[in-house]
């Protein structure tokens, strides 16, 4: 007979625990045993330690980001200069590095008068459009002979529901792969 009873090991039992002389391994400050290798040396070292040195000699915390903030800067804008450029044409724009929307040019331009930045760096923004209703959004509820086909009304309201959906403007954007860069008019 099967049994799914979970295993019971008293404090006290010898299976608890076992008295170890021929151990060899890293242990880490928080008293961990890790064994021995490499891959256990770093889990040691990685739960023991507070901080650690980023690839450019500078100080940061063991368990953040695995560069300093200004290794991650220059990293975010190696891979925005790698992107395709286009000239600004006035469409809905991100800035490239604080998501901040602008949807035409007096309003950018004003960003930047009020900031005192002679230009910005920019993405293009990608539309996001609302999603249509398909036909098959009642499929796990519909009766096995209905073929996915729905009550004539019901597909009469979808189809006008749809051709609403796809009249309208975009739902919302979001920063897109296209980056584009514009200078302040005074
Ligand atoms: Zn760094």
């Known amino acids: 007979m099967e049994t799914t009873e979970k295993k019971i090991i008293m404090y006290d039992s010898p299976k608890a625990a076992t008295y170890q002389t021929n151990v060899e391994g890293w242990v880490s400050s928080d008293g961990r045993f890790w064994g021995k290798g490499e891959h256990n040396e770093h889990m040691a070292r990685y739960t023991g330690s507070t901080h650690r040195k980023c690839e450019c000699g500078a100080i940061i915390e063991t368990r953040s980001y695995l560069s300093c903030e200004s290794c991650r800067k220059k990293k975010q804008l190696e891979n925005y200069n790698k992107l395709t450029y286009k000239a600004y044409d006035g469409s809905p724009v991100v800035t490239a590095f604080d998501d901040q929307y602008f949807f035409n040019e007096d309003d950018l331009n004003a960003y930047l008068l009020e900031n005192n930045l002679d230009s910005i760096s ?46 309208l403007p975009p739902c919302s954007y979001t920063s897109g792969k296209i980056r584009t860069f514009y200078s302040v008019k005074k």
């Open 122 to 167: 920019l993405l293009f923004c990608e539309e996001n459009n609302w999603f249509k209703i398909e036909g098959d959004y009642w499929a796990d509820i519909m009766p096995e002979n209905s073929d996915g086909e729905l009550p004539d009304n019901l597909q009469k309201a979808l189809d006008e529901l749809n051709k609403v959906i796809s009249e």
